[in-house]
């Protein structure tokens, strides 16, 4: 089959004999339509190995046709669209038990030993997948992944109707996580994003303001919550400055989610005023059973509208072109989504 190879850091060649993956029992095999990439992937190519040893086939932000059930999967036809967490999981520890597969020991491993969908054909396990309506365009379906880290997100800060909000970062991730943040009732929304494309798309997905955070953000923020500060804040970001940030930003008693990976990987607590503020500082990581199928109702039904997200379209051969336009400005960029099929 087709694949898209990372093989070096910046290098990705089409090999069009790649081993084609063999299910596994419980294993669905899918025909990948579309996939989006992830920061998490241009991360690999700009400055990997990081995760994962090279050659790697990267992407996991995918929409599939079923093309094969194996004997012992009930609820999927050959046909079906089908989207989820690609990385296999144990199946059997506690935190698969309860939907949370990407909490799962195994998954470490299976991250660094499995392959991606920047290629024709995938197997995934069946627990992890979820059917996806026929009349749902494949395009958006491809939104559900990352739709569903927001949800998890979302889930994890208990945000309540009526409360105000600050996203930091208006990545994909961020700017979904607004989007959700209206839906779900925050009065007020402020999103701090460095790009002024990044900022318009926020302002599309229902942010109140979209600030650039080389001007004084601390202002207005305090403005739009009649001097207290978020009752949430999302830090998207992952950068050591939003993390900071996130600490001002947020009210007494507020809440301060991470739903990042950070580069420097140490960052600076406030201690006495996360302490004096009792904040609650809640870490946010991917997404679960759960996420995964109310993303799949939220994107399918457009209560969740991630087309205004959606910025650009290549096939899998200009997959290397992707990758360098979207490394040379990824500012300027929502989502980009790779033609697999
Ligand atoms: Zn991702
Ligand atoms: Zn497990």
């Known amino acids: 089959m087709r694949a898209a190879v990372l093989k070096a850091r910046g290098r990705i060649e089409i090999d069009r004999e790649y081993p084609e993956p063999r299910p596994n029992p419980g294993d669905l095999r899918l025909r990948v339509r579309v996939t989006g990439i992830c920061g998490s992937d241009l991360h690999e190519f700009v400055a990997g190995p990081l995760l994962t040893p090279m050659p790697v086939v990267l992407g996991h932000e995918f929409c599939g046709d079923v093309v094969e059930v194996g004997p012992d999967v009930r609820g999927f036809e050959q046909g079906d669209h089908a989207v989820g967490l690609i990385y296999p999981s144990c199946g059997r520890c506690e935190f698969c038990r309860h939907g949370d597969f990407t909490s799962c020991d195994m998954l470490e491993l299976a991250v660094a030993e499995h392959n991606g969908s920047f290629a024709e054909y995938i197997s995934v396990p069946a627990r992890q997948l979820f059917l996806v309506p026929a009349a749902t365009p494949i395009d958006e379906a491809a939104l559900i992944e990352p739709s569903s880290v927001a949800c998890h997100s979302i889930r994890r800060s208990r945000l309540e109707i009526g409360e105000r909000v600050v996203v930091i970062g208006a990545g994909p991730i961020g700017l979904l996580i607004t989007a959700l943040a209206r839906a779900a009732g925050a009065s007020r929304i402020a999103v701090v994003e460095p790009a002024d494309h990044r900022r318009a798309l926020a302002r599309a997905m229902g942010a109140d303001v979209a600030l650039d955070p080389a001007e004084e953000i601390e202002g207005p923020i305090m403005e739009l919550t009649d001097a207290r500060g978020a009752d949430v804040v999302f830090e998207t970001s ?54 995964f199928r109310r993303a799949v109702e939220l994107v399918s039904s457009r209560k969740l509208d991630v087309r205004p997200l959606i910025s650009a379209h290549y096939g899998l051969e200009d997959i290397q072109k992707a990758f360098e336009v979207l490394a040379a400005d990824r500012g300027s960029y929502g989502k980009v989504l790779v033609n697999c099929g």
């Open 238 to 291: 992952g950068s050591a400055a939003g993390f900071d940030a996130a600490q001002r930003l947020v009210r007494k008693h507020g809440r301060l989610v991470m739903v990042a990976l950070y580069e420097g990987r140490q960052l600076r607590l406030e201690a006495n005023i996360a302490v004096l503020k009792e904040l609650d500082i809640i870490a946010s990581f991917w997404a679960n059973d759960v996420d």
